[in-house]
C-alpha cells in the first residue's frame, strides 16, 4: 500500500504548493489591485489617518492635512474652499475623494511607487509615512478675479471661467458657480458629512458639477471662430474677402420655407460684407451661408482639430464637447445652423478657451492639464507637466491664425466685444448668445485672447443664467468685463 | 565490556523526546510572544492575562509532553510541537479579534471567545490524553469498525433531528446541548476514517480486481461499485439535507482516497473523479447555495453588498501584503466571521504572506508527518487509518483556506486548530493522539521473542 501513499504525498504536495502560490497572488500579484478597490475600508481608514500631501496653488497650500487629535490623527482642510473646489475636489472618509484629490490620490497619499524610497525610509526610521505634494498651474490671481466676476453678476448666477496659457496648455483659472465647501465632507463627524452630501447631491444647482469641464452647451456665435477657421483654410478667404451679408439666409429653396436671420432683424452692414466685418457684427447669414459652402465634413474636422469629440483634459471630470450628436447627417438648415453654434453644437468653456488658445498659439491646440509639478514630502520635483498639442496636425496655419486673431482684435475695437477693451492691449475676442428654450434664459458667452500680436493667455466665460433680466443677456455684456479682468489679472495690468 | 556493541539485531528507532520538548517550548514561545504582541499591538502594552495564558500553555505542554513519555514513549516527536504552535497562534488571534470585535461585530452582540477556546484547548487536550491511554493499541479499533460506521451516521443525522439540531447561517450541521453547540461532523469525520479503514482492510483484495483497462488504467468491476456508490449516495445526502458543501466534498474525498490505498489501484480515483464530478454538476444545477458560492467565487466584485465576506477577507489579505500589518495593527474585525471561518485572511492581513505561508507549512509538515507514520506503520489497517487521517487533514486544509483565499469556491469547513470552535479543536487533538498511537507502535522496536540471543554465554560456544 506504500505506492499508493507515496503518490498521495506527491498529491498533498501539489495541494499545498497551489495553496502558497495563490497566497502569493492575492497577496502580492493582486495587491494592489484589491488596495484600489471601491470601498476597502482598511485601506480608506490608513489614507484618512495619514499626513496627506498638500496641493499648492503658487506656493500656497489650498488643500493641506492639519494634526486633529483625534482617532484618525489628520484632518483635511481648504484653505478657500469655494474657489478651489472644482479643482481640489474633496477628501471623504464616505465618499472617497473627487477631481484632484482622487486623480493625485497616489502621490498625496503617499503610495504611489515612485515615493517607494520615502516609505522606506519612513518604516525603518519608524517616522509616519507623508504623501507627495500636488502644484496646479492656476494663477491665484486670475483665479479670484474670474470668481468675483462671476459673483457680481448676483447669488443665482450659474456660469464658469476657464483660462489657458496658449502657449502650453496650462490651466490658469477654472472657476464655477455655484461651488462648494468640500470642508463639509471632510470633516471627521461621518453625520454632519452625510448630510452634506445629501444636500449637496440633492440641490438642483448642481454645486459639485464643475461647469467649466463637465458641462456642455451650445456655445453660440463664439462657435463662428470655428467656422471662420475652417473658412480661412477650406475657402481661401482673407479678412476683407467678401461674404454674403443681409437680413436673411435663404439657402434657395433648398431648405423649404426656411430662412436664418441675424439677431434683432440687423442687416450686417449690407448684402455683401467683408470677412473681418461679419465676424465683426457676428452676422448668422455670413455664417450660416459659409457653413453651407464648407460643407458638414469639413466643418466637423475642423472642430475637431480643436478638440472637440474627445476629453484632453487629465485629472478631472470632463466631458467631450461635440460638434453634432454621433452619426447625424445635417440638413442644410441644420448645417447652417451648426456653423453658427446652434442646433446640436455643444461645447464646454474649457473646449472654448481651447478655440481661442489655438489661434493664439499660431494654430497649434495645446492640451490643457492642470498639475504643474507634482512634488515629494520634501518638495523636492517627482514629475513636471511637459506640454504638448492635442494632434500632430495644427488647427490652422500660423498664417490663417493670424488673420483670425486680426480680425478678433476688430471685433474687439469696433464690433460686438468692445468690452473686452484694455487701454495699451490688443485683446481679440468674440461673444456668443446662445439661445437654448424659450422658457429658460440665453447662455452669454465670451471667448478672448490676448496680447493679439503674441498672446500669453486665452479664456472663455460662460454665464449659464444670472439674476439679469432676459433682454440685457448677452455675450458681450454679461460675460466680457469677467474676460477683461481676467486677462488683467494674468498680464498683471 | 559493552554488552551492547554488536548485540543490537537491528535498528532501533530512537525515542526523540527531548527534541520534542525543545521543539514544544519554540512552539510556547511562539504562543505567549503572539499573545503579547497582540496587546501591544492593540492597546500598547502586554496583556493582564499573560501569566495565566503561559501557565496554561506551559502546563498544556509539559503535560502532553508527560502523557507521550509515559504512554506513547515512540511516537512521532514533531507532531505536537506544530500542533501546540498552531493552537497558541489560534488563541492569540482570537484574543485579538475578540479585542477588536467586542462593539463592533455580530451586531453589537459579540462575546469575548478567547477563554471559552482555552477551555475548548483543554478539553481537547483531556481527549488527547485519553485516547493515547484508552487505545492502547490502534488494532484494537479494527474490532469496533461497524460500531464507528454506525455512530459515523448516527453523528451526521443528528443535526437533523428536530430540537436539538440547529440551523446557523444556512448549513445544518450544529447541534445544542444546554449551554453547549457542537459540530458532529467534527467526530463522524474519525468515525469514518476507522470505519473506512477497517472495512477495507477487509475487502480490499476483492476491490482490487481489476475489470476493464481503458488508457492504461485498470477500472474496477461493476459489481464492485457498491461500497463507492454508497459513499457517494451518503455524500450526496449531506449535500442536500443540510447544505454542507465542504463535509460531503470531504467525507467523499476521503473515502475515494482510502479505497485507492487499499487497492492500488488507480482506477478508483478515476471512478471517484467521474462520481465527483457529477455530483457537483448535480449540486450546481439542483442547488441555488451551490450555484451561488460558484458564482461568488468568480464573480465576488459584481455584489459587493452580499460577498461582503469574501471581498473583506480578500482586502485583508491585500492589505497585509508580504510583512503583514503587525499583530494587532490591522482591521480583521471588519471581516465577518474572522475568528473562524475566516481566521486565515486575519492571519494573512496580521503577519502578512509570510506569516500565511508558515502557517500553510506547518499544516504541511503535519500531513507529510502523518503521510510518514502511515509508510512505516506495519499493519494495513493502521496504514490506512493513519493515511487516512493525514489526507483529510491535508483536504481540509485545502478546502477551507483555498476557499478563503478564492483559489476555490468557499465552503464551511474549520481551519483545524486555528479556527475557533470547540468541537473542531477537540477533534484535531483526538486525530493527533490517534496518529501518534500508531506511529509510537510502528517506531517502537520489535519485541524480543527470546532472551537467548542477548547471552553472551551461550555465544561463546559458537564452532
Known sequence: ?493 | MSSGLGSSPAWVPRKRRGAELVLLSMSVVIGIAAYCAVGLGVEGRIPAGVAKLSFSLAAVAVATHLVIRKVAPYADPVLIPLVVALNGLGLAMIYRIDLSCEDYCLGGNYEPLANAQLMWTAIGLIAFATVLIVIRDHRRLQAYTFTFGLAAIVLLLLPLIPGIGQDIRGAKIWIRLGPFSFQPGEAAKICLAIFFAGYLVVKRDALALAGRRIAGIDLPRGRDLGPILVGWGISILILVAQKDLGSSLLFFGLFVVMLYIATERPGWLVVGGVLFAAGSYFGYVAFGHVRNRFDVWLHPFSDPDNNGQIINGLFGLAHGGILGRGWGLGSPELTPFSFSDFIASAFGEELGLTGIMAILVIYGLIVERGLRIALTCRDAFGKLLAAGLAVSMALQVFVVIGGVTRLIPLTGLTTPFLAQGGSSIVMNWAIIALLLRISDQTRRPAPEVSSFESDEATQVVKL
Open chain 1, 1 to 493: 500500500m506504500n505506492k499508493p501513499i507515496r503518490n498521495l504525498a506527491i498529491a498533498c504536495l501539489a495541494l499545498f504548493a497551489a495553496l502558497l502560490l495563490n497566497v502569493n497572488y492575492v497577496q502580492f500579484v493582486e495587491a494592489d489591485s484589491l488596495n484600489s478597490k471601491n470601498g476597502n475600508r482598511r485601506v480608506i481608514d490608513e489614507e484618512f489617518s495619514r499626513d496627506r500631501g498638500s496641493i499648492l496653488v503658487d506656493g500656497d497650500p489650498v488643500a493641506e492635512s492639519v494634526k486633529s487629535g483625534d482617532q484618525y490623527e489628520y484632518q483635511r482642510k481648504y484653505a478657500e474652499p469655494g474657489l478651489y473646489a472644482p479643482l481640489t475636489g474633496f477628501f471623504s472618509y464616505i465618499y472617497g475623494g473627487a477631481s484632484i484629490e482622487r486623480s493625485q490620490n497616489a502621490v498625496l497619499s503617499g503610495s504611489d511607487n515612485r515615493l517607494f524610497v520615502n516609505r522606506v525610509v519612513d518604516l525603518l526610521s519608524n517616522a509616519q509615512p507623508k504623501g507627495g505634494s500636488v502644484e496646479l498651474t492656476i494663477n491665484s490671481a486670475a483665479q479670484k478675479t474670474a470668481a468675483s466676476g462671476l459673483e457680481a453678476l448676483g447669488k443665482n448666477t450659474k456660469g464658469a471661467v476657464v483660462a489657458l496659457d496658449p502657449r502650453t496648455g496650462a490651466i490658469l483659472a477654472s472657476v464655477t458657480q455655484p461651488s462648494y465647501d468640500p470642508n463639509r465632507l471632510a470633516s471627521h463627524d461621518l453625520n454632519k458629512v452625510e448630510a452634506a452630501w445629501k444636500e449637496l447631491t440633492g440641490d438642483k444647482d448642481q454645486p459639485m458639477i464643475n461647469r467649466g469641464t463637465q458641462q456642455i452647451l451650445p456655445p453660440g456665435s463664439t462657435f463662428k471662430l470655428v467656422t471662420a477657421a475652417a473658412a480661412l483654410k477650406n475657402l481661401k478667404l482673407d479678412p476683407d474677402s467678401k461674404v454674403k451679408g443681409g437680413t436673411t439666409l435663404d439657402f434657395g429653396g433648398r431648405a423649404g420655407s426656411y430662412t436664418l436671420g441675424n439677431e434683432n432683424g440687423s442687416n450686417c452692414g449690407g448684402n455683401s460684407i467683408t470677412f473681418e466685418q461679419a465676424l465683426n457684427v457676428s452676422c448668422n447669414v455670413s455664417f450660416g451661408s459659409l457653413a453651407d459652402k464648407i460643407g458638414q465634413d469639413k466643418l466637423d474636422a475642423q472642430a475637431e482639430l480643436f478638440g472637440f469629440g474627445r476629453d484632453y483634459l487629465e485629472g478631472l471630470p470632463g466631458s467631450s464637447s461635440r460638434f453634432t450628436a454621433e452619426g447625424t447627417d445635417l440638413d442644410v438648415a441644420q448645417l447652417a445652423q451648426s456653423g453658427i453654434g446652434q442646433y446640436e453644437v455643444a461645447a464646454s468653456p474649457l473646449q472654448m478657451a481651447m478655440v481661442a488658445a489655438g489661434i493664439a498659439n499660431d494654430g497649434v491646440v495645446m492640451k490643457p492639464y492642470v498639475v504643474k509639478t507634482v512634488r515629494e514630502p520634501n518638495l523636492q520635483v517627482l514629475e513636471k507637466a511637459e506640454p504638448e498639442a492635442i494632434s500632430d496636425t495644427p488647427a490652422m496655419s500660423a498664417a490663417d491664425s493670424a488673420k483670425l486673431r486680426q480680425m478678433m482684435v476688430s471685433t474687439v475695437e469696433r464690433g460686438t466685444a468692445t468690452s473686452a477693451r484694455i487701454s495699451g492691449v490688443d485683446v481679440g475676442a468674440k461673444t456668443g448668445t446662445a439661445q437654448s428654450t424659450e422658457d429658460r434664459p440665453p447662455y452669454a458667452w465670451f471667448v478672448a485672447l490676448a496680447p493679439a500680436d503674441n498672446p500669453t493667455v486665452a479664456v472663455a466665460v460662460l454665464v449659464e443664467s444670472s439674476d439679469t433680466a432676459r433682454n440685457e443677456i448677452a455675450g458681450g455684456r454679461l460675460a466680457g468685463p469677467i474676460a477683461r479682468s481676467v486677462i488683467e489679472a494674468v498680464l498683471e495690468k
